[in-house]
Every structure is written in C-alpha cells, then in structure tokens.
C-alpha cells in the first residue's frame, strides 16, 4: 500500500479513487489503515463532489471504528451529517443508508469520551430518534442507544425499560446483525448475575450460526467467565483457547484481550494471564483507542496483578514498562492508579461513582478455580509455601513432639521423613539440645539415606559408618547391623566409585545371622531383621542388573528368588505387608525378564502397600502395574487401577513426578479404551502438573498428545490452539521428528477447522522440512497433507503438484492404497477449480484440466487391477470408492450419459454382493436417480431405480443401504 501522500497523488479520477478506495478497504483495521482512509479523504476533497467526500468520510468511520481509534468517528460523523443536512440531494439511496448505519456507532464513541457532557450525548440521541421517525425506519436502533447510555451511567431502571422496549422494536434493514445484539444483551443478563440466561443467548453465536466481523471473538470472551461460574468448564477452557487466537494483538479487541487475561487470574492460570500481559505491554504504555477501553483493559491487567500479589510474586517481573520496575506491585500501582483515574473523569461527566463502583467491584473478584487446566504452554506461577517458623520460637514441648514425628515417619518409609528429622535438627539446633547418642544415630541414619539416593555415595557411606558406631556404643545392635546392610547396596551401586569399601561391615551371611541372634535375645527388633532381608533382596538385583553374561544371569536369578523367598517367609511370619510388597515387586520384574505373566505379582504389590498404609509406593507400583496392562492389551485393566490410585499420587510421594506420570499413563489407557473424552482431561491435567514442576520436557510431551486427541475427537480448533504456541518448544525438547508430527496434528486441525490458507502454509513447510530428512514414511504423510490443504485453499497448481509428489512418495514405500486415494484427491483438486481455470487461464486451459482429472480416475483403476489386500489396501473398498467417485467427476464434468452408465454397472456389480459395501452401493444407485431425474427429466425412471434397489437391498438384510437410499428418495422429493 502506498504512504498516504502517495494515495492523493494517485487520486485524479472517479477510477483512480475507485481503485485507492479498494485499496484502504483491503488493508487490516489499525492505524496505518485509517491515515490511509485519511489520505483517501483529502483526496476526494480535491478533486470530487459530495458523493465522493461522503464516501470517503464513511471509510474513515469504519476504519476508525474497527481500528482502535472509534473516538475519533464523531467528528467524521458530524461533518457526514452536516453534508447530508445540507446536500439531501446528494446522496443515493446507498449513501443515504450508510448515513443511518454509521449513525448507531456515534453514542458508544461518545460515551467512550468522558470530556463529552451529557447533555450533548442526549441531543443527540433525541436527534437520532428525530432522523429515525422521519425517515420511517424502525426505533430498536434507537432504544439500543439509550440502553447504552443508562446502562454506563448506571441507571438500572431506565436501562431495564429500554432494554425491554430495544427487544420489542420491529427489526429491519438498519437493524444491528443478530450476533452484535446477542452480545450486549448476554452482557446486560451476565452483570446482573444471570449467567445462564447470558449463555443462553450467546448460543447461536458460540455455535457459529451468527457471526460477523465482531463476532464470535468479542462474545467469546464475554462467554468465559459465565461458563466457569456454571461449572461449564471444558467449554470455558475451549473458548480461551479459540478465542484468544482470534483477538490476539488487535488494537480494536483490547478489551477482550483484557477479559482472557481476567479468566486466566480467576482460573489459576496466573502464569498464562502474564505470558498475555506482557505480549500486550505496549498498551499499558500508551493509549488504545478511548478512554474506555483504556480503562478495561487496566481493569483486566489489575485483575492478574492483585492475584500475583497476593500469592506472594509482588517482586516477580512481568513486563517492561517504562515507569515502572516492571514488576507486579509496580505495574498493579500504575494499572490501578491510571484506571481509577480514568473512572473518575467518568463519574465527574456522569455525576456519580457508578464508574468507579464498577471497576472496583471487578478488582475484588476471588478465583472462581484453584486451577483449571487449559492445556497451553505456559509458566505457571506457584503459591510461595508458607514461612517456617523460626527454630528460637520453638518450645521444648515442640521439640518433643517434632522428634516423636521424625520416629514415626522413618520406619514407614514416609516421604516426609527426611523433611521432619531435619526440623526436628534445626528446632534441636536453635535451642542449643545437645542429641543422645540414639537420636544422633538415627538423625545420621536418615541423612545418609538422603545422600546415596542423591548419587552421593562415599558421603553416605561415612554417615552410615557414624551411626553404626552410635547404634552399637547405645545397644541397638538389630539397628546397627540395618545400617551396615545398607551401606553394602551403596558399594555394590553401579554408579558408586570402584574404591568405596566398608571395612567396618561383615559379610551379608554373617550379618543375617548374627541380626536373627540379635532378635532372639532381644537386642534387635523383627522389623531390624527384615531390614537385613530387605537388603539382600536389593543386592541380589543389583548383581542381576550388573551381571554380563547368560552364565551369571542365571546364577542371579536363581539367587534373586531365593533371596525373594527368604524374605516372603519372614514377611508372612511377621505379617510385614511393606516386605510382601517389596517380594511381590521383585518376583513381577524376574517373570516380565523371562516373559512369563506378572500381573498377579503386581496387583499383589499394589494391594501390600495399600494395606501398609503406603500409598505413596503402592503409586509407583500402580503405574508399573498400569504400564504392564496396557502393553499387555488390557486398557481398561489399566485405567482401572490408575484411577483408583489418583488420590493417593496427589499425596506425599517419593517422587513427585509419580502424578504426573499416572495421569499420562491414563490418558494413554483412556484413549485406548476408545474413551476420548476421559483422556483428554487427563491430558490436560498432566500438562498442568508436569507445568507446575517446572518439567518443560514431560509438559510439551502431554500437550502433543493432547492435541491429538482434541484432533481425534472432533475438537480440531482447540488442538490448533494448543499446538500454535507449542510447537517450537516440542522440537527443541523433544526432537526434529516429533516436531515434525507436531506439525503435521497442526496444519490436520487447521485444516478440520476450515482454516485451510493457515494448514497449507504450516503444512507445505513441514513437507519441505521434512525432504530435508531420511524418514521416508513422515515425507510421504507430509506431503499428502500438504497437498490437501493446498487443494482445499484453492491454490490448486501448488497442490497439482504436491499431490504428484505425494503419489511419488507413496508409490515408492509400496503404499498402493495411498496412491489410489492421493491419485482420486488429484483428480478432483482439477475438477473443482475448472471453472476458476476458465476465467483465469482460459476454456481450452480448463477443458484440458477437466480431461486429466478424469484420466486420473482411470489411472487409479488401473493401479487397483494389479494389487492385492494389504495393510493398506482393501482391495474391494478402494475399487468400489473409485467406481462412485469417478462416476461422480463424470456428472461433474457435464458427461451425464457417461455418468449413468458407470454409476449403473457399477451398482449392479455390487448389489450381487450384499450386505457388503453396501453404502458404496446406496450412493451409486443414488447418483443414477439423480442423473435420471434433474439431467435426463425422468422422474418415473429415477423412482423406480430407487424403489427396485431399496426392495433389493432389503431382501439382502442391507439395513444400512436401505436408510441411505430413503434419505435420497425424500430428498428428491
């Protein structure tokens, strides 16, 4: 587009401006668009009459309007009416209905404008009223506005009558479109807490019945909140997601971007709320359009900030900009200060603090959710974990009771034990309580633990050579050798130093003897013993994973079972249940290595665990239970036991992906399970908790899974918007090949959700992309998607030639089904253009397009004549598809007597072999009516074709067919 100087030198005629005018109009809204308006204008001062400076003046409304800057259309608007006061004559009837369009969009620009008194927004609306009466139009345009204004001004029952007066009005051509009116009036139902009612007329907007320029994204975000207070979550989620796509950095939907970034603060998606924010830093900055809009936008901004504050992030930074430290406390202060400012100079125009009440109100709204998974990258921002009390407040009664804590938690294997003996040391520590020799043991025993499971394995070692010594000097001998015993698993970890040895530990033999003696004589406990068990158990593994050749894998599974059964006998004796769990786990892994069943051995692991109240290791088992089942086809075997274990992972584990892993593990099980929606939500959810511990890898993981399975469920726009802001950080983490899928589940949403431009383009370069590379089977998948998509956005050349390296790609990995499909999809990428192809390239270029598609067809029966059945080939299918399709592109291409003849031969070919393929045949018998009936004028023909089929495939027990066949013969009529 030209600089807007260029526009009124190339302005000298009526063509020219034509042709300018065309220009502007085809320029995205902003304010490049609306100084070129500007331009156009100027020129049509220099060198038209009233007509053209009246349809200039019009651009500039519209521009201004949809281009941020709708203040400054009263002043376009004002001079437009002037003319038309002066000119009537002047303008046609076009003109003249422009005049009364853009007349509506005033009041909004003049309320938007609080230096606008009053009383001037009121002549005009009785002006308005005056030009409607006189001209005969309907008033519901009217009553809309001063709706407008009482609903600003907070005058409740003058809104109310004319709210209800605004929906009794007659409608007609000056008449707001139907989703643009839907819209405040949900908004009037949504403030007034009528939310379903709200919903309920946003409905055909939301299900794309009525759209517009502004619509659905505007009414949208109006939707989001209203949803979640209903407990209407996934469709709260799924329009955050489609909608922010289609606001996202747009001057004129500021303040719907303000609305997503709301939802996120009041949803638990904090961090989702600042990723916006601060795409949007410009307009905390500077002015967006009117002072209203500013102040909405502020208003949503201050929503996320208050939230971030009081979760403790005051400090943490969130945007740039100037002015401020860009923090969150230093930008609440300047949103809350320029937006209650902006309030005030309202409720100075207005005369009262309705303004400032409102935006109040909107400020002190708590989080509707905890947390609402959306399924979208984002950081997301944790609550700070409450403050410790410091150690010197801690009474001695306290300290009592923190070390009886630290007691209970360590022999049930807690993973807070750690956590509570290191309290129970700093409380000890801060009071100056020196540690008996006992609890210095047991405080060394439990260090220790922690350092050989952080891979710190000759520290460990020393503290478990210190509490040794301590166990002994104090008698507690059972514990003393416990803790030799585990000093042997860290020397004998494949990861621990080649030189780490413990002289002061006895061999195992000796140290099972001697801790048995221990328990007879009562220095020892039974638990102790176990202990030692427990240990050979682990050392026996060890040497089994170390083992190097079949030899001494025998031998060390020979001598994990029997170390296995030696445990179960003292654990059955004892009633240890954790011990049984431990057996069962080990007697599972040595059946899964000999590839024998060991699902008994796992579910008897899961329950041990349970039953010793140790949920948080009856989860890790669950997830290796629920692993096995899945692999071994038992999906809902598997999502069975996960989702008993659900609450328990929510719990203290040991590791705290362990929840996170579930959740995949059911998603993979659901979805299996053919259970798309369940899988879903647990993907959702797992990318929330992989998120929450900042695992970036597992996150991205879950969302391209998640996505696919939006895809596959028929939600192609919600995995679209997943996958936008995610796809690059799925191939930085995971690789070029799962980027490359990414991008393929991407440009297939894309393409479901009739975006076609938008999935060729994301498609053809991941086709090129993937040229680049040797997998063969993701150039050949690429490529044929790209090829769609090009055909579907009508860049049919471009797809020509994508589909004839999708055939290439295809033939070349023996993919015979492919290349009859692709072929088929070539042949009508021509056919459905032949006419675009006449006007562009001319009849002969189009009758030569018409005649290769139709060769295509015949090349495809060719290619099925020398295959057979195969993976990717159902011979009969595929031959059958081709007849209808090719018998179809015959009609098309206007051949109807060829047509016909095709269509028949190739229904009685089928018939003799019902009920199979039977909605092939349905479909065949279907075109030959119609040919009959509306090509050749035989109605009687075509109803008899269809009646002698539907007795045919009746007797055939071809239910199917028979339904098809009665949807076409009442269709015909």
């Known amino acids: 587009m030209t600089e807007p100087h260029g526009i009124e030198d190339l302005v000298v005629d009526a063509d020219s401006y034509a042709r300018a005018r065309a220009a502007v109009r085809g320029e995205p809204y902003g304010t490049a668009r609306s100084a070129h308006a500007e331009a156009l204008l100027a020129a049509a001062e220099r060198i038209g ?25 009263t002043v376009s608007m004002a001079r437009l009416l002037r003319m038309f006061d002066e000119q009537p004559g002047e303008f046609d009837e076009e003109l003249t209905y422009q005049v009364f369009w853009h007349l509506k969009w005033v009041t909004s620009s003049l309320l938007a404008v609080p ?83 709200a919903l309920e007329v946003f409905e055909p907007t939301l299900s794309g019945m009525r759209t517009c320029s502004e619509e659905p994204q505007l009414t949208i975000a109006d939707s989001m909140l209203p949803l979640v207070r209903l407990g209407r979550l996934d469709e709260a989620r799924a329009n955050h997601l489609r909608g922010y796509r289609l606001v996202r950095g747009k001057v004129s939907t500021c303040a719907s971007v303000a609305q997503h970034i709301e939802f996120c603060a009041l949803t638990g998606n904090e961090g989702r709320g600042v990723e916006i924010l601060a795409e949007h830093r410009a307009w905390l900055a500077s002015p967006v359009d009117s002072a209203e809009t500013q102040m909405m936008f502020h208003g949503g901004a201050a929503v996320l900030l208050r939230r971030l504050v009081a979760l403790g992030h005051g400090g943490t930074t969130v945007a740039d900009v100037p002015g401020t430290d860009g923090t969150a406390a230093g930008l609440l202060a300047l949103v809350e200060r320029e937006a209650f400012a902006l309030a005030a100079r309202f409720d100075a125009r207005n005369g009262s603090d309705f303004v400032s009440t409102q935006l109040r109100a909107r400020l002190a709204q708590e989080p509707l959710l905890d947390a609402l998974p959306l399924g979208v990258r984002s950081t997301l921002v944790a609550a700070p974990r409450p403050a410790t009390p410091a150690p010197t407040t801690t009474v001695a009664a306290d300290i009592d009771e923190l070390l009886e804590r630290a007691r209970t938690l360590w022999p049930a294997g807690h993973p807070d034990a750690e956590a509570a003996w290191e309290r129970y040391a700093e409380a000890a520590e801060a009071q100056g309580v020196t540690l008996t020799d006992e609890v210095a043991a047991e405080l060394a025993r439990c260090r220790a633990s922690a350092l050989l499971s952080g891979g710190r394995f000759a520290e460990g070692v020393e503290l478990f050579r210190q509490a040794v010594e301590l166990f002994d000097r104090v008698g507690r001998l059972g514990a003393a050798h416990a803790a030799r015993a585990h000093s042997l698993i860290a020397v004998a970890h494949p990861e621990a130093p080649s030189d780490l040895a413990v002289p002061w530990a006895s061999d195992l033999d000796t140290l099972t003897a001697e801790t048995a003696d221990y328990v007879t004589q009562g220095s020892a406990l039974p638990i102790e013993y176990g202990a030692v068990l427990g240990a050979r158990l682990i050392l026996a593994r060890v040497a089994l994973f170390r083992a190097e050749d079949e030899a001494a894998r025998a031998a060390a599974r020979a001598r994990t079972a029997e170390e296995a059964d030696r445990l179960a006998a003292a654990a059955a004796e ?164 799962a980027g490359l899928h990414a991008r393929y589940v991407l440009g297939s949403s894309l393409l479901a959700s009739g975006q076609a431009a938008d999935a060729a383009e994301v498609l053809v370069a991941a086709a090129a992309q993937a040229a680049e590379g040797d997998n063969a089977d993701s150039q050949a998948l690429l490529a044929a998607e790209a090829a769609h998509a090009l055909s579907a956005s009508r860049r049919y050349r471009a797809a020509e030639e994508a589909f004839t390296e999708a055939i290439r790609l295809a033939a070349a990995l023996d993919r015979p089904g492919a290349v009859v499909r692709l072929t088929r999809a070539a042949a009508w990428n021509l056919l459905e253009v032949r006419h675009t192809i006449a006007a562009t390239e001319g009849a002969a270029e189009a009758d030569a397009a018409v005649q290769a598609a139709l060769a295509m067809f015949s090349d495809a029966t060719a290619a099925l004549e020398s295959a057979s059945d195969g993976p990717d080939l159902n011979l009969a299918h595929e031959r059958a598809v081709t007849e209808l399709q090719w018998a179809q592109a015959l009609w098309t291409a206007e051949r109807t007597g060829d047509a016909l003849d095709r269509a028949d031969r190739a229904a009685t070919r089928l018939e003799a072999g019902l009920p199979d393929l039977q909605e092939t045949y349905a479909h065949l018998v279907g075109l030959a009516a119609q040919i009959d009936q509306y090509a050749h004028g035989k109605p009687e023909e075509a109803a008899a074709r269809l009646a002698a089929a539907t007795s045919s495939a009746r007797e055939r027990d071809a239910a199917e067919a028979v339904a098809i066949l009665d949807e076409i013969r009442e269709s015909m009529g």
Not at 187 to 197: F, S
């Open 49 to 73: 009459g009233t007509p053209m400076i009246a349809d200039a003046l019009v651009q500039t409304i519209v521009s201004y309007n949809y281009g941020g800057e709708s203040h400054k259309s």
């Open 574 to 737: 004892h009633d240890w249940p954790h011990r049984l769990a431990q057996v069962a786990e080990v007697r599972a892994q040595l059946a899964m290595t000999a590839g024998e069943p060991a699902e008994a051995e796992l579910r008897t692991a899961v329950a041990e665990c349970l039953r010793a109240q140790r949920p948080w290791q009856a989860v890790e088992l669950g997830l290796m239970l629920g692993e096995y089942l899945l692999h071994s086809g038992d999906p809902a075997g598997a999502e069975s036991v996960l989702t008993e274990l659900l609450d328990a992972a929510r719990g203290p584990v040991d590791d705290p992906a362990h929840y996170g892993n579930l959740l995949v593990t059911l998603t993979n099980a659901a979805a299996a399970n053919g259970r798309l929606d369940p899988a879903i939500e647990y993907a959702l959810r797992a990318a929330h908790e992989f998120d929450r511990l900042g695992d970036r890898h597992g996150a991205a993981h879950c969302r391209l899974g998640l996505a696919s399975l939006l895809r596959d469920r028929g939600r192609p726009s919600d995995a679209a918007a997943v996958l936008e802001e995610s796809v690059a950080e799925i191939e930085e983490l995971m690789g070029p090949e």
């Open 115 to 197: 230096e606008v008194p009053l009383r001037t927004i009121r002549a005009f609306l009785d002006d308005m009223e005056r030009r409607f009466r006189t001209a005969g139009h309907s008033l519901r345009p009217v009553h809309k506005c001063r709706f407008y204004l009482y609903d600003h001004t907070g005058e409740k029952d003058s809104a109310e009558r004319e709210f209800a007066a605004w929906l009794a009005a007659g409608r007609d051509e000056l008449t707001d479109c139907d989703a643009c009116e839907r819209r405040e009036q949900g908004r009037w139902y949504a403030e007034h807490h009528k939310d379903a009612d």
